[in-house]
């Protein structure tokens, strides 16, 4: 059996060597795999709120702010205000639509690349695991996102 720190520290491993890979992937577009995360939340979920994209995302405020930021000088996203004056709802430009399907063919094949040879079953079991770990991580914490629902 897998002791707990082997686990763990595994886990941080694997999700930085995804990210890293990504990033490599993403450096033609001329973005990071955490703007990515917030393009695609945005086109598949429409404008969102600044506090409901961080809530979604799992994302503290000042570091959905810095990264909203950089995604409106790339012309990717625009930032309007919301139904009150202090609300801001964030969208995807029209470039950012434009773009959309070449980020995404490289989605695609990053996923292919790192989920090859790993049965469906496996693939079930893993993702089943990932959310109990993240509900007992955000009961600890207490920051379980109220509408959070399972990203698939």
């Given at each position: 059996?897998?002791?707990a720190d082997?686990l763990?520290h595994q886990?941080?491993q694997?999700?930085?060597?995804i990210?890293?890979?990504?990033?490599?992937r993403?450096e033609s577009q001329?973005?990071?795999?955490s703007?990515w995360?917030?393009?695609?939340?945005?086109k598949?979920r429409?404008?969102m709120?600044?506090?409901?994209l961080?809530?979604?995302?799992?994302?503290?405020p000042?570091?959905?702010s810095k990264t909203l930021?950089?995604?409106?000088?790339?012309?990717?996203?625009?930032?309007?205000i919301?139904s009150s004056?202090?609300e801001?709802l964030v969208s995807?430009t029209?470039y950012?639509?434009?773009?959309?399907?070449?980020m995404?063919?490289i989605?695609?094949?990053?996923?292919?690349?790192?989920?090859?040879?790993?049965s469906?079953?496996?693939?079930d079991?893993?993702y089943?695991?990932?959310i109990?770990l993240?509900?007992?991580?955000?009961?600890?914490?207490?920051?379980?996102?109220e509408?959070r629902?399972?990203?698939r």
């Open positions: 059996m897998v002791d082997g763990i886990l941080y694997t999700i930085r060597a990210s890293k890979d990504l990033n490599q993403f001329g973005i990071y795999s703007e995360s917030i393009i695609s939340i945005l598949k429409g404008p709120s600044q506090a409901s961080a809530g979604y995302l799992n994302i503290e000042p570091a959905i930021l950089r995604l409106e000088e790339k012309n990717l996203i625009k930032r309007e919301g004056r202090r801001k995807l029209e950012a639509k434009d773009k959309y399907r070449e995404e063919k989605i695609e094949s990053h996923h292919h690349e790192i989920l090859n040879g790993i469906a079953d496996s693939l079991n893993m089943s695991t990932l109990a993240f509900k007992n991580a955000c009961h600890s914490t207490e920051d379980m996102p509408d629902e399972p990203y």
